[in-house]
């Protein structure tokens, strides 16, 4: 899923998280504020007995990770290019980072197949 306004302070609320139950969530940051810190929590499951889930941000400013420090840590990818692929059975996704401060753009990172749901 693609996070709420950026993940913003306004967005990406509490009963969002919980209805979406995403697998991994994508935060299309450009901003300091994009996450917000309980925004950033509330993406990656961090409390107990939460749901845990991925993050992946295509932007993690220096500011941004100042004030996200227990979370940015967490995330699976900070800078790039965020491709999802879903298999031609749509039984599975997987997402890619891509390298986009180089103009071929390599992959830098690949996640485990995620199990779509129905």
């Known amino acids: 899923a693609t996070a709420n306004h950026h993940g913003y302070f306004d967005s990406t609320g509490a009963e969002f998280v919980r209805a979406l139950d995403a697998q991994a969530y994508i935060i299309q940051a450009w901003d300091v504020g994009h996450p917000g810190p309980a925004q950033a929590q509330r993406m990656l499951g961090e409390w107990p007995g939460a749901a845990k889930h991925d993050v992946y941000a295509t932007e993690s400013l220096p500011a941004n990770r100042l004030l996200n420090n227990r979370f940015v840590p967490h995330f699976r990818s900070r800078q790039g290019h ?28 690949t996640s485990q197949p995620y199990r779509t749901r129905g």
Do not use: M, Y
């Open 82 to 109: 965020i491709v999802v692929r879903v298999s031609a059975n749509t039984e599975t996704f997987q997402i890619f980072v891509l390298d986009s401060t180089r103009e071929d753009t390599p992959i830098t990172f």
